[in-house]
Every structure is written in structure tokens, then in C-alpha cells.
């Protein structure tokens, strides 16, 4: 770019001194020789990479917007040429000059590019952000001595030394000590959150006060950190789907263009009495107006005109610069967009279809009450205790928490019944725990006592779990999961925003409704097995609803899936993270309204830069073709379009989203 405007400059200050003031310095061959050699040294030299990238589409019959500037330029110093022949006596017929021009025009195009490409650098700088965050040192104890090492030579098992105000140099979880950690980079939450032994802690964070031992669980490309910034990327380099409609106009534009310039420069030669009245008309307001030109000079001006005004930079920026920011301003916030066309279906969703367990609710449900039927107590706790013990359902770990059991029996034959339960041989007896339905399954009848009982535990919302040893139920287990904070004002935010909701879980339908109630969810549908959650969210698609599932667990990966955009909780299982498109890094509910924020914006931007590049090609183009935009100042305008849809998307970076 720099080499293009060391000769480009004076060749235009040459120019000015010519034609503008009169000032002959030199003849005009030698003038001519100057704009022709400059002029070739520019398009050849520095614009070398756009005539190549010419050449490879035209090659394949797809030309791109680099088409255009090669063949104005090119075309721009074939008449130099020209008229340098004429000069040298090798031709009968004068030429008007465009060599100059085509320097200008080329310098200015490269000129675009730079800044163009520097905005696009500016507008990824959330990758950089993220990065900046990693420690280049920590401090390990090795046979009781602390010692500094670089971070990436870190190894699963290293204990490590957070003190105050240092950043924590990988994943790991806490061994010792007690710090308020600063997560904000990764979860978009101000405060800092306190973390203690047991406590897992992300590599990036910043220890604000305390003193921390943390053992590395996780390094190199597996870190949470790594996560993000390969999610962003990935984000960053994908499609929505409106950048399909770009990506076609942009494929027929170049064509089009091609043979309106042809046209133009056909309607000039041709017609030049019918023409010349229009600029005639604009020269008196129009500086750059020429009328002096033959009329070969005069239709190539125009031709010219259009040929480099209409490139379509613009179009081919405005969606993936807006997205590049849009994602980048997501994992500043917590929110990661792991598909570029998560975007444009959340802010076209109509209904969102929570979980229950994990998403609205803390995912840590507890035994609220006890109803011993038939045996003694003791014995059934230790015999459903040393059952439960083999799950890692959070209903068998409630259970399991609330027996505390002594673990003396040995378990046979256990089975997992997705959705309603477990059962197994504990010692001699048979020992099944669940749901209603597992009761049904197994032809338990759930009456009398034990019936009434769950009724009571149903009308206070709590989930009810049968525990029958042998055929017969010996207990019924109530349990209670606690509503996370700010759910039920982020269910009033999402339906101010015009959105359905829905509550869809395996639970039964009494507890359900009495949380949905609390909240504020519309609609329940509940006692959903997981293979037929994804069944529900098919039937609201062919209702004509776009949907948005929100879940955590395994148990909502297929729905994940299948509903137009899966939002994941980051504090969820890792298959339901892979089955999103969207992931809320820290769980909080809060996170989906700027999640659907995040959405609205960049797609508000998308849809801005899509105008503007459409509106800058209906207004310019028609000026051109009649004469009025000079060749130089039309590349310069295409320029600042290009520059301008880049500028447009980086503004939302400055965008809050709670």
C-alpha cells in the first residue's frame, strides 16, 4: 500500500499542475512515458495480489469483486498505451489518456484493503483479549520447595500458588486456602466468587484477595480457556444464513456489472447527443465533470465509473465482520456461540422450552421428606443407600446424601431406567427405588398408605420416589430442588421480549406446575421420558414454532439437537455442552437474556451493513453510468463502503447486553 502511494502521488500532483493550473513542466510524451511506467509499477508491483486473485476466478468462471478493479485498471492503461502510440507517431488516432487514473484507482483499492483489513484485526481482537489472559508463569512446590516455571510446561497433578492479585495459570481444583476469584472474562459476572478447597477454578481467572494451593487438573488444548478461544474461532469463521443471500448476489453482481459497463460504454459511443445534455447540466455543481473528451474517451470514462464503483466489497463484509464482533462480544459475556447461525434463529425464535432440573432449578435436589411404610428404617436407608450409591443421577446422589448409609451390602444386577429409575439385588433382596412409573413397570402397586403419602408430598411440589424391597414399597422419599436465583425475573424479561415459554421435564406433573407457578412459566409439559423430549420439540416445529431449548443434562442432548437453536449450561454435562449451539459458560439465568440480547444486536448490525452495501450500489451505480462520478473517486467511494460496514459492526463491541 505504501510503495502503490509513493508513486501514485506525485503522478497525481503531476496532474494537478497539468490540467488544473496550466504548469507545462515537461512535454507530453514524457509525460506520458511517466504515467504509463508508474502506472504499470503500481497495478503490477503492489497490486499484484488482486490481478492473481483476478485471474484464479475469472479461471474457474466465478469472477469475484478483484475482477473488476484488474480490468479497469488494465483497461485504464491500454489507453495510456494508446495514446503514448499516438505520441510515438505509431498511431493516426489521439487517445485520451486514463494511466494516471489507473494508479489512483489501484493505490486506492489497496489503500481499502489495508484499512480494511486492520478494522477486521481491531474486530477479532476478542480472540486476543482472551489469550492476553493466560499466565506465563506459575509457581509450583516441588519437594516442598516453590518454584517458577513457565505455564505451558505444567503437568496434570502440579500444585500450584495463587497469591493475591495473581492470575490462575491453569484449570485445576482447589487443595488448600480460600480466595475471591475474578471470573468476569469468562463469565460476563462482575463480582468476584469465592472459591475453597474442592472448588473447581478456571485458568485465566484472577485472584483478587486470598491465598490458593491448586492441583492442575487440565493443560494445553484442553484448558477451558483454549475451549473458548477454539469456539470463537469457530464461530467467527462460520455462515448465518443470510449470508447466503449475500454470498448469491455477490456471485451474479460481478456478471452483471461486467456487461452494464459494456452497456454503458456501448450507450456513450452511441448515443453521446443523447447523453452529453446530462453533463452539460451537472457541470455548473459538479467539479469533476468532464466535457471535453472525444466521444470513444467519454464512454470509456463511464464505463470506467461503473466498473470500479460497483465491486461488492461491502456485501461480502457485512455479515462476517458483525459476526466476528458479535461472538467475540459473546465470550466477553459468558456466551459462546459454538454456530454462526445461532444468531439469526434466536432473534427469529418464538418459544423457548426449558429444562427443569438443572437449568431453572439448582440441578442438587434433597430428600425434604421421609415416609417409612413397611420394615424398619435403618435397614431400608442402608439397602437403598448401598443401591443409589452405583448412580450418579442427582436423584440417586440426594438419596445417597440423606441415608448416609453405611455401604455394607454388596449390589448385583444393577439397572439404570432412564427416566424413572434404578433396581438391583442388594444382599438377598431386591431393591427398587424410582418413580411411578418404575412401580407400574415392575407391578408394585403404589396404594393405601404409601399412595396417600405421595399424593401429600405431590401437593407440597415435591418429587415423589418409591423405594420397594422385595415387591413391596417400604418408603416414599420426597425431594425438593431449589430455584436458582434470578429465574424468575429472567422468565419475566424473556416474555417482556415477546417470547413463549414452556417448562418440559421428566418430572411429575404437580411438582412441575408448582415451580412453573413460582416463576411465571406458561406452559408445563411434564412426566417427558428423554427419548421423547425431542419428540415434543419436533411437534412445536411443525406448529410453525422456531424453538430454543435451554438444558443441562444428557437427558436433553437429543432436544438440544433438534430444536432450532440448543442452548447449553456451561455447568451442565459435557454431552448437552457439545449438543448446543449456544453455551451459557457460568449457568446463571441471566445469561440467556443476554444471550438473546447478543443475538438481536449483532443481527441488527448484520442487517445495517446489508443495507448500506445494497444502498451505496442503487445510489452509485446509475451516477456513474450517466457520466457524473469520476473513475478515482468512485473506487475511493467504494473504499470507505467497505471501511464503513467494517466500522458499523465494530461498534457493537461497545454494546451491554444485560
Given amino acids: 500500500?505504501?510503495?502503490?502511494?509513493?508513486?501514485?502521488?506525485?503522478?497525481?500532483i503531476w496532474m494537478f499542475l497539468e490540467m488544473v493550473l496550466g504548469l507545462h513542466m515537461m512535454s507530453h510524451l514524457v509525460m506520458e512515458l511517466a504515467m504509463v511506467a508508474g502506472a504499470s509499477y503500481v497495478i503490477f508491483r503492489p497490486g499484484r495480489e488482486t490481478l492473481l486473485s483476478a485471474a484464479r476466478s475469472a479461471r474457474v468462471w466465478i469472477p469475484n469483486m478483484d475482477v473488476l478493479?484488474?480490468?479497469?485498471?488494465?483497461?485504464?492503461?491500454?489507453?495510456?498505451?494508446?495514446?503514448?502510440?499516438?505520441?510515438?507517431?505509431?498511431?493516426?488516432?489521439?487517445?485520451?489518456?486514463?494511466?494516471?487514473?489507473?494508479?489512483?484507482?489501484?493505490?486506492?483499492?489497496l489503500t481499502g484493503r489495508y484499512v480494511e483489513t486492520k478494522a477486521r484485526g481491531r474486530a477479532s481482537?476478542?480472540?486476543?483479549?482472551?489469550?492476553?489472559?493466560?499466565?506465563?508463569?506459575?509457581?509450583?512446590?516441588?519437594?516442598?520447595?516453590?518454584?517458577?516455571?513457565?505455564?505451558?510446561?505444567?503437568?496434570?497433578?502440579?500444585?500450584?500458588?495463587?497469591?493475591?492479585?495473581?492470575?490462575?495459570?491453569?484449570?485445576?481444583?482447589?487443595?488448600?486456602?480460600?480466595?475471591?476469584?475474578?471470573?468476569?472474562?469468562i463469565t460476563g459476572e462482575p463480582m468476584p466468587v469465592t472459591r475453597t478447597v474442592g472448588d473447581p477454578v478456571v485458568g485465566g481467572t484472577i485472584n483478587r484477595e486470598g491465598f490458593l494451593r491448586v492441583k492442575v487438573t487440565v493443560t494445553g488444548e484442553d484448558t477451558f480457556l483454549s475451549r473458548v478461544i477454539r469456539l470463537v474461532e469457530e464461530a467467527q469463521g462460520s455462515k448465518v444464513p443470510i449470508q447466503d443471500v449475500a454470498d448469491k448476489v455477490t456471485a451474479v453482481f460481478v456478471p452483471v456489472i461486467l456487461l452494464l459497463s459494456l452497456a454503458t460504454f456501448l450507450a456513450w459511443l452511441l448515443l453521446p447527443a443523447l447523453l452529453n445534455p446530462l453533463l452539460d447540466f451537472a457541470e455548473g455543481f459538479i467539479p469533476w465533470i468532464v466535457t471535453d473528451l472525444n466521444p470513444v474517451g467519454q464512454a470509456f470514462f463511464a464505463a470506467l465509473a461503473v466498473l470500479v464503483?460497483?465491486?461488492?466489497?461491502?456485501?461480502?463484509?457485512?455479515?462476517?465482520?458483525?459476526?466476528?464482533?458479535?461472538?467475540?462480544?459473546?465470550?466477553?459475556?459468558?456466551?459462546?456461540?459454538?454456530?454462526?447461525?445461532?444468531?439469526?434463529?434466536?432473534?427469529?425464535?418464538?418459544?423457548?422450552?426449558?429444562?427443569k432440573t438443572g437449568t431453572l432449578t439448582q440441578g442438587k435436589p434433597e430428600v425434604a421428606e421421609w415416609v417409612q411404610i413397611d420394615g424398619e428404617e435403618a435397614e431400608i436407608k442402608t439397602l437403598v443407600g448401598s443401591?443409589?450409591?452405583?448412580?450418579?443421577?442427582?436423584?440417586s446422589l440426594a438419596i445417597t446424601e440423606f441415608v448416609k448409609a453405611e455401604l455394607t451390602e454388596d449390589?448385583?444386577?444393577?439397572?439404570?431406567?432412564?427416566?424413572?429409575?434404578?433396581?438391583?439385588?442388594?444382599?438377598?433382596?431386591?431393591?427398587?427405588?424410582?418413580?411411578?412409573?418404575?412401580?407400574?413397570?415392575?407391578?408394585?402397586?403404589?396404594?393405601?398408605?404409601?399412595?396417600?403419602?405421595?399424593?401429600?408430598?405431590?401437593?407440597?411440589?415435591?418429587?415423589?420416589?418409591?423405594?420397594?424391597?422385595?415387591?413391596r414399597i417400604s418408603a416414599v422419599a420426597g425431594l425438593t430442588d431449589q430455584i436458582k436465583d434470578g429465574t424468575a425475573e429472567m422468565i419475566q424479561r424473556v416474555k417482556m421480549m415477546g417470547y413463549r415459554t414452556i417448562m418440559l421435564t421428566g418430572d411429575q406433573e404437580k411438582s412441575a406446575r408448582l415451580i412453573a407457578d413460582q416463576i411465571g412459566i406458561e406452559q408445563v409439559i411434564a412426566g417427558v421420558k428423554p427419548d421423547q423430549k425431542s419428540e415434543v420439540i419436533t411437534g412445536l416445529q411443525k406448529r410453525g414454532e422456531v424453538v430454543v431449548m435451554i438444558g443441562d443434562g444428557v437427558n436433553d442432548a437429543p432436544a438440544l439437537s433438534a430444536a432450532d437453536v440448543g442452548i447449553a449450561m456451561g455447568t451442565g454435562?459435557?454431552?448437552?455442552?457439545?449438543?448446543?449451539?449456544?453455551?451459557?459458560?457460568?449457568?446463571?439465568?441471566?445469561?440467556?437474556?443476554?444471550?438473546?440480547?447478543?443475538?438481536?444486536?449483532?443481527?441488527?448490525?448484520?442487517r445495517q451493513n446489508l443495507f448500506w452495501a445494497f444502498f451505496y450500489n442503487v445510489v452509485m451505480i446509475p451516477v456513474a453510468v450517466i457520466g457524473w462520478m469520476h473513475p478515482v473517486l468512485a473506487e475511493a467511494a467504494m473504499a470507505f463502503s467497505s471501511v464503513n460496514v467494517v466500522g458499523n459492526s465494530r461498534r457493537l463491541s461497545h454494546k451491554k447486553l444485560d
Wanted: charged fraction near 20%; hydrophobic fraction near 45%; glycine fraction near 10%.
Fill in 125 to 185: 481482537e476478542a480472540i486476543t483479549r482472551l489469550l492476553t489472559l493466560e499466565a506465563a508463569t506459575a509457581t509450583l512446590i516441588v519437594n516442598g520447595i516453590e518454584k517458577s516455571v513457565p505455564a505451558d510446561e505444567l503437568r496434570k497433578g502440579d500444585v500450584m500458588i495463587i497469591r493475591t492479585g495473581e492470575t490462575v495459570p491453569a484449570d485445576g481444583v482447589v487443595v488448600d486456602g480460600k480466595g475471591s476469584l475474578d471470573e468476569a472474562m
Fill in 1 to 12: 500500500m505504501i510503495l502503490s502511494w509513493a508513486v501514485t502521488l506525485p503522478l497525481m
Fill in 387 to 395: 443401591l443409589e450409591k452405583q448412580s450418579e443421577h442427582p436423584v
Fill in 309 to 355: 464503483i460497483a465491486c461488492p466489497c461491502a456485501l461480502g463484509l457485512a455479515t462476517p465482520t458483525a459476526l466476528m464482533v458479535g461472538s467475540g462480544l459473546g465470550a466477553e459475556n459468558g456466551i459462546l456461540i459454538r454456530r454462526g447461525e445461532a444468531i439469526q434463529r434466536l432473534q427469529e425464535a418464538t418459544v423457548l422450552v426449558f429444562d
Fill in 573 to 606: 454435562t459435557d454431552i448437552a455442552i457439545e449438543a448446543g449451539s449456544v453455551i451459557l459458560v457460568d449457568g446463571h439465568p441471566n445469561g440467556l437474556v443476554r444471550a438473546l440480547n447478543l443475538s438481536r444486536e449483532t443481527f441488527r448490525k448484520i
Fill in 69 to 109: 478493479i484488474a480490468l479497469g485498471t488494465l483497461a485504464s492503461l491500454l489507453t495510456g498505451l494508446a495514446a503514448l502510440g499516438y505520441e510515438l507517431g505509431l498511431l493516426q488516432s489521439p487517445f485520451y489518456s486514463f494511466a494516471g487514473i489507473a494508479a489512483m484507482i489501484m493505490a486506492f483499492h
Fill in 411 to 471: 449390589v448385583r444386577d444393577f439397572e439404570t431406567y432412564t427416566g424413572m429409575g434404578v433396581c438391583g439385588m442388594v444382599g438377598d433382596r431386591r431393591i427398587v427405588a424410582g418413580n411411578l412409573d418404575l412401580m407400574d413397570h415392575f407391578s408394585i402397586p403404589a396404594e393405601g398408605e404409601a399412595g396417600r403419602k405421595a399424593a401429600e408430598m405431590l401437593q407440597k411440589g415435591y418429587t415423589t420416589i418409591f423405594i420397594a424391597s422385595d415387591g
